[in-house]
């Protein structure tokens, strides 16, 4: 298949993907980058002796599936494979210890990564609490709240000259002294805007809001409790702060750890900036994602999956990724020593609600659920079958003794091998096509390009092939729809197209939910998704989503409120 790519793809990988001269002139194609790409990582398999006819074989295959934007390696592998920098990944997670040291440390090898085009992870949970003394010179600790300040300083400064603007995840543990301070520590959106944040909250704490009982904070140094909340009073700042702007977030961190595969390395405390990557301080992960929408196919007049050709691409997904821990630079050797005892990878999907909407299968229903759980158990089933396979022939992660999988038997190449990434700028790229599990966010719609906020229509793709396939594309009618964004009260549209192109703000926070905890069942890691919220909606629906989230078994929420931030990456409709 000819490379055939959208005017929005080849805009975001001229500006910060295809090799360029020293004048700032692009001097690769499309085509030139996936063939770096793919000569950089197949080169890994050298490693394990595979004669030079192999690797050229495995070269041509990894380039098909990104010519034909079936997978996509998260943005650093395109952007830096086979180049000077050769940095790939794109989530960190760095340790902070409670010292300057250690914090500045810190700051130091973040801007290092952002430099990269990688993205950071913290917990803050072990600082001191404000106020508290500094025994070095008599004076008072500022608290983990005014150091994310310095970390978000540091990472506004790198922004301008790195690769992509560097994301931080900001972590705190619902027991520190500072909770407070932290859950309300954006509420003015124009403060930490490079931070996502979100409270680590424990089994023990959920049962305590249930039952409305108080809980101790605990002093990181002395693990001594100097104070007790209402558990319920905290729970409803953080409610009341999320329906306010989205933040904080939410992480159940027990959860996490109850399957963190290798305990015996450490406790999970963070995940990167996005939330869908849990990893242990100074580990790194490299994600892809496969794109359904381009595993469709026709049978019989109407579209399904090409499960062959799916679970081909899962496998050569799984070798892809592997071969990426191998020829990736790591900005820091802890980092490189710990990636490698893990070997963590994270496949995922982008493309789920365009390829729904083909099949004509609303998103919010118990059909489009059941195909999820078909469609993810069948991913995480067969990476598991090739990380089996690459086990036998390169060992298991070095980390196996005493992981989650010795019990098993489960001779694994990598401790983890699936994760839902956003997918924000790959999606564009191999697509459009939407990104990760998300819904169609708008059927026409203007979207702030995440690399430098110019803003550009799209038309789904889905959209654009079933009105034309029915002849009712018109250039008026797309406009008409592009000021409403939904489809859902247009009499020119028939009802059958109507009922399977429901939008984001079409559909309730529950069905979000629920198809956030399906996929969550069988992904390794984590899953990134925003439940979305109308305008008007309430703080108890706000409450609800939480609670319905850790019923169902999520790892985390992120909830966002329409409009209720001044910036937001995605707006609907051109007017109201
Ligand atoms: N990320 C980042 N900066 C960005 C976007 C993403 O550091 O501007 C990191 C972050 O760790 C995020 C991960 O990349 O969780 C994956 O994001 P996404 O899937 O949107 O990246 P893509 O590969 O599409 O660029």
Not at 51 to 80: G, R, Y
Not at 243 to 267: C, Y
Not at 334 to 346: A, E, F, L, V, W
Request: hydrophobic residues 40%; contains cysteine.
């Amino acid at each position: 298949m000819a490379l055939k790519l959208s005017e929005n793809s080849l805009k975001v990988l001229e500006k910060r993907y295809l090799k360029k001269d020293e004048n700032g002139k692009v001097v690769e194609t499309p085509q030139e980058m996936f063939t770096r790409v793919a000569k950089a990582i197949a080169a890994a398999d050298r490693l394990y002796r595979k004669t030079e006819d192999d690797i050229a074989a495995l070269e041509h295959k990894f380039f098909t599936m990104m010519e034909n934007l079936e997978f996509m390696p998260n943005s650093p592998t395109l952007m830096n494979a086979g180049r000077d920098l050769s940095q790939l990944s794109a989530c960190f997670v760095l340790p902070i210890e409670d010292s300057m040291d250690s914090i500045f440390d810190s700051i130091k090898f973040t801007a290092l990564i952002h430099k990269s085009g990688g993205g950071t992870g913290f917990s803050f949970s072990r600082l001191r609490a404000r106020s508290s003394t500094v025994r070095s010179t008599g004076g008072i600790a500022s608290g983990p709240v005014s150091f994310m300040k310095v970390f978000d300083a540091a990472t506004q400064a790198v922004k301008q000259g790195g690769t992509r603007r560097g994301a931080n995840m900001g972590i705190l543990r619902v027991d520190h002294p500072d909770i407070m301070d932290f859950i309300v520590c954006k509420e003015n959106d124009k403060e930490i805007n490079n931070f996502n944040i979100s409270v680590a909250v424990t089994e023990d704490f959920m049962r305590k809001v249930t039952k409305d009982e108080e809980y101790d904070l605990i002093d990181p140094n002395t693990h001594k409790a100097v104070h007790r909340l209402k558990a319920k009073e905290v729970f409803e700042l953080m409610v009341k702060m999320a329906h306010k702007n989205g933040e904080p977030g939410i992480i159940f961190i027990d959860r996490i750890n109850n399957n963190n595969p290798t305990p015996l390395l450490g406790k999970i405390e963070s995940t990167n900036p996005c939330g869908e990557q849990p990893l242990l301080p100074f580990e790194s992960c490299n994600l892809g994602s496969i794109n359904l929408y381009a595993l469709l196919k026709k049978a019989d007049g109407k579209f399904e999956f090409d499960w062959d050709r799916l679970k081909e691409i899962i496998h050569l997904s799984v070798h892809f990724l592997d071969n990426v821990i191998d020829v990736n630079k790591y900005p820091l050797s802890q980092i490189d020593k710990m990636t490698k005892q893990t070997r963590k990878i994270g496949l995922g999907i982008m493309g789920w609600s365009s390829a729904l909407a083909k099949m004509m299968i609303p998103y919010d229903s118990d059909e489009a659920i059941a195909l999820a759980e078909k469609v993810m158990s069948f991913i995480q089933a067969e990476a598991r079958k090739e990380s089996l396979d690459l086990a036998r022939a390169r060992g298991t992660f070095p980390a196996y003794k005493g992981s989650i999988f010795e019990a098993s038997n489960l001779r694994l190449r990598n401790a983890t091998l699936t994760t839902i990434a956003p997918t924000g700028t790959i999606s564009i790229i191999a697509g459009p096509c939407s990104s990760g599990i998300e819904p169609m966010f708008a059927l026409c719609y203007q979207r702030a390009n995440v690399l430098d906020n110019a803003r550009m229509i799209e038309v789904e793709p889905a959209f654009k092939d079933v009105m034309e396939e029915k002849g009712l594309y018109t250039r008026k009618l797309m406009e008409k729809i592009a000021e409403k964004g939904s489809v859902q009260e247009m009499k020119e549209v028939p009802e059958d197209i109507r009922r399977a192109f429901v939008t984001s703000h079409d559909i309730t926070p529950e069905w979000h939910i629920k198809m956030q905890a399906v996929f969550q069942k069988f992904t390794d890691n984590a899953v990134s998704k925003t439940i979305n919220f109308h305008e008007d909606a309430s703080i108890d629906d706000v409450r609800k989503a939480y609670m319905l989230a850790y019923e169902m078994g999520c790892k985390g929420l992120t909830i966002y409120r329409d409009k209720s931030r001044s910036e937001q990456v995605l707006s609907v409709g051109t007017k109201d």
